[in-house]
């Protein structure tokens, strides 16, 4: 004959109201012995309460957003007919002697404590009531309440999870510490995780260790936030070539240390020079802007300060310098930035490379870059001088170790001579890899820049 069991709240210490936060089972489940049912939170702690019996749900007597005290009924359970005598009296042992914190995966029933490799140590180390699971795990008793303590220690605030959230992340490998939660006071609850795999596996997430391979960032991640909480919202499918120059503009900047050293030249005679070549220029259907005689006076540059011309060694202990000038463009394209490169800028002329530029940002902004138009560039360039702005700040395009920003050239007053005259004023930048190149070579490479700029015969030097 079958008996109902009620299973009711056990002793949770010394509260008398604690939220349900999560009702784990439905009427008609069939549950084993130590299942959790509900999961409790206090301001302290987050606690599931497993059945005692194997069996059936019968009824369910609590919701989420209840608040219990111990002797709350919680669920009915039809015992299952093999359902031992001797498991029954595990069952009752009261919560104070019973809360162990056992985190091997495969020694039983999951108690949901601490991953030891993903979790704060202050949650590992049991409390002056707790046995020490390590010692004695086959004595532990069993269908207690399971406790996780929200505790805060010189590593920071823990995350915020009830313990089958935690288990489900250590199911799926994910390190609680780097998932936004959407619950009340920020818990994370089980679609705050499954976003952040799909975030991951979709390569909109960085999950920190990834992009800084050398022993993990750290880094908290920005917090989910529900926006339509505050007005309408709409969600836009982000482009392959937008994540994916996402992820390099991430992994650039979190490896690299930057420094951006901003300078100016005056271009006045580079220009009377474009406009003089701009009818020849198109005679031969190419277009001559400034950024081809910028990219003659990078390729001067990077021959003058070699070490603009390298990457950093993977070990971080040797410079690797390229004996080849190979430059990337940054190009807006309708689907995000492309970064093609121009080859062996050192061996071609004004025009060659303003109809390379032509061609090749035509086939970007058409989708029709090949793998191999995007590799092998030693130094980027960033121009936004068409468009518009004062001065910018570019990311480096790691390995490259600098990178090039130009903003728009201005006519500006002048003191030449004792008397103010129009000069056109280019605004540019460099952004560099502090770890291989230091501040006084940084405005060095900028002054040189400047000064080929403001006098191109020096190409010829
Ligand atoms: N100052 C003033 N005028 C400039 C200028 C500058 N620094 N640079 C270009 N111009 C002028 C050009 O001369 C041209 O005018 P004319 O037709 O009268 O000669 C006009 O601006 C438009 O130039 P352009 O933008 O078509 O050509 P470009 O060679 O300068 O640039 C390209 C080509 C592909 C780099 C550009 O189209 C582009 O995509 N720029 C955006 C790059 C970007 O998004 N960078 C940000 C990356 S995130 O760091």
């Known amino acids: 004959m079958s008996e109902i069991r009620e299973v009711k709240v056990p002793d949770i210490g010394d509260f008398d109201a604690v939220d ?90 999951d108690t949901g404590a601490a991953d030891a490799e993903s ?31 929200e505790t805060s220690d010189a590593g920071g605030v823990p995350p915020h999870a009830s313990p089958s959230v935690r288990r489900f992340a250590r199911e799926l490998g994910v390190d609680l ?29 960085s999950t920190g260790a990834a992009a800084v391979p050398s022993g993990g960032s750290g880094i908290p991640p920005v917090p989910a936030v529900d926006f339509s909480k505050f007005g309408p919202i709409e969600e836009i499918e982000l482009s392959r070539i937008r994540r994916a120059s996402g992820r390099n503009i991430s992994r650039s900047w979190l490896n690299v240390p930057h420094v951006t050293q901003f300078d100016e030249a005056d271009i006045t005679e580079m220009e009377e020079f474009r406009k003089q070549q701009k ?26 300060f070699p070490d603009f011309n390298s990457s950093l060694h993977p070990s971080g202990e040797k410079l690797i310098r390229k004996g080849y000038f190979h430059l990337g463009i940054a190009v807006d394209t309708p689907k995000g930035l492309v970064v093609p490169v121009i080859r062996d800028v050192d061996q071609k002329g004004l025009f060659d490379l303003a109809g390379e530029l032509g061609e090749v940002s035509e086939r970007a902004r058409e989708g029709k870059l090949t793998p191999t138009d995007i590799q092998g560039a030693c130094f980027s360039i960033s121009s936004l001088g068409g468009i518009g702005g004062t001065n910018f700040t570019p990311i480096v395009n790691a390995p490259e170790v600098a990178i090039l920003g130009v903003a728009r050239a201005k006519w500006q007053p002048v003191f030449e001579d004792g008397a103010f005259v129009p000069r056109l004023i280019l605004p540019f930048s460099v952004s560099y890899d502090h770890r291989v190149i230091d501040g006084a070579a940084g405005v060095r490479f900028t002054g040189y820049l400047a000064q080929v700029l403001g006098d191109l015969r020096r190409l010829l030097l």
């Open 119 to 149: 979790e704060p140590a202050a949650e590992e180390t049991p409390t002056e009531s707790e046995p020490e699971p390590k010692e004695s795990p086959t004595a532990a008793p069993r269908s207690a309440p399971t406790a996780e303590i």
């Open 177 to 205: 510490k780097q998932v936004s939660g959407s619950g009340r006071k920020g818990r994370i609850l089980k679609e705050d995780v499954e976003s952040f795999v799909k975030g991951v596996l979709s390569g909109a997430t």
């Open 20 to 109: 349900v936060i999560e009702v784990l089972v439905s009427v008609g489940d069939e549950v084993e012995l130590d299942q959790s049912l509900i999961t409790l939170e206090s301001d302290k702690a987050s606690m599931e309460v497993p059945s005692p019996v194997a069996g059936k749900v019968v009824s369910l007597d609590v919701s989420v957003g209840d608040q219990v005290a111990e002797g709350a009924l919680v669920a009915k359970v039809e015992v299952a007919e093999e359902d031992s005598p001797e498991k029954d009296q595990e069952a009752t042992v009261p919560a104070t002697e019973a809360e162990t914190e056992d985190d091997t995966e495969d020694s039983g029933p």
């Open 279 to 304: 009818d020849t220029a198109s005679r031969r259907g190419v277009k001559l802007t400034p950024l081809a005689f910028l990219m003659k006076a990078a390729v001067a540059g990077l021959k003058e």
